[in-house]
């Protein structure tokens, strides 16, 4: 059984910065996307961003584009989140997702088989 872990997670005030980590078990999936999708209380899951393989591709939410940058490092099978000028409304619980197979879409949650346990991310003004 893959398991994703997340870190990194924390209270910050606004215009601040913070790394999300996730690490897998499983280093097979570092072949795949990978991808951060958060849930704010009250709202549905949706996508921040994602990753390809090699790390060449990437992908963000608009709300995020300029903000938040992603990365991997496939020898530490580990995906980063690195955010940057926090605002309250990137206040949420953050998910790492991992894919098991090539294709699907990197924007729609149901193409990841796998998911971290979430990391809350609190942003104060």
């Known amino acids: 059984q893959v398991q994703l872990v997340e870190s990194g997670g924390g209270l910050v005030q606004v215009g601040g910065s913070l790394r999300l980590s996730c690490a897998a078990s499983e280093r097979t999936f570092s072949s795949y996307r990978k991808g951060w999708f958060r849930q704010a209380p009250g709202k549905e899951r949706e996508f921040v961003a994602a990753i390809n393989w090699s790390g060449g591709s990437t992908y963000y939410a608009d709300s995020v584009k300029g903000r938040f940058t992603i990365s991997r490092d496939n020898a530490k099978n580990t995906v980063y989140l690195q955010m940057n000028s926090l605002k309250p409304e990137d206040t949420a619980v953050y998910y790492c997702?991992?894919?098991?197979?090539?294709?699907?879409?990197?924007?729609?949650?149901?193409?990841?088989?796998?998911w971290g346990q979430g990391t809350q991310v609190t942003v104060s003004s």
């Open positions: 997702a991992a894919a098991a197979s090539y294709g699907g879409s990197y924007y729609d949650g149901l193409s990841y088989r796998y």
